[in-house]
């Protein structure tokens, strides 16, 4: 439930602060389509990252962070045009893609937005599957 009720803050608080935005500053601060998808699917990967990882230990946000850093930095190695080891080509594509959640960037489609949702969505029932085997008080949650 509170993965749940993370998913409503995460996407009504750009529309609350673009709604102030625009009343204090004047049109131009729209929230886009794109953006909340941005937002919705950023939120698929990373809560559904913290939620698995949360079964088995409390430092759970610290290695998504850790991750999402790494990957990004590979990527900007990559974009850079600097050679990437196949080994660590190999742990990328296993671990959650959060290098393709970039704000700014255009909106996921194709293959990509797949390859996300159903990543994100994997992560969320496994952890849920786990929660009736491994409820969260047992483990790295205390």
Do not use: E
Request: glycine fraction near 12%; proline fraction near 5%.
């Amino acid at each position: 439930q509170r993965w749940l009720l993370g998913a409503v803050a995460v996407l009504l608080t750009p529309l609350v602060f673009g709604l102030g935005l625009n009343i204090v500053l004047g049109n131009g601060f729209g929230i886009t389509r794109d953006l909340m998808l941005t937002i919705a699917l950023g939120y698929l990967l990373i809560a559904g990252t913290v939620f698995l990882l949360s079964l088995f230990t409390r430092r759970d946000w610290l290695l998504v962070f850790i991750i999402a850093q790494a990957q990004r930095g590979s990527s900007s190695m990559v974009d850079a045009g600097l050679p990437i080891s196949s080994s660590i080509k190999a742990v990328w594509s296993v671990l959650p893609p959060f290098h393709l959640i970039l704000p700014g960037k255009p909106v996921l489609h194709g293959t990509a937005l797949i390859h996300v949702v159903a990543y994100g969505l994997a992560m969320v029932v496994v952890a849920l599957v786990l929660l009736r085997v491994r409820p969260l008080g047992s483990g790295g949650r205390a």
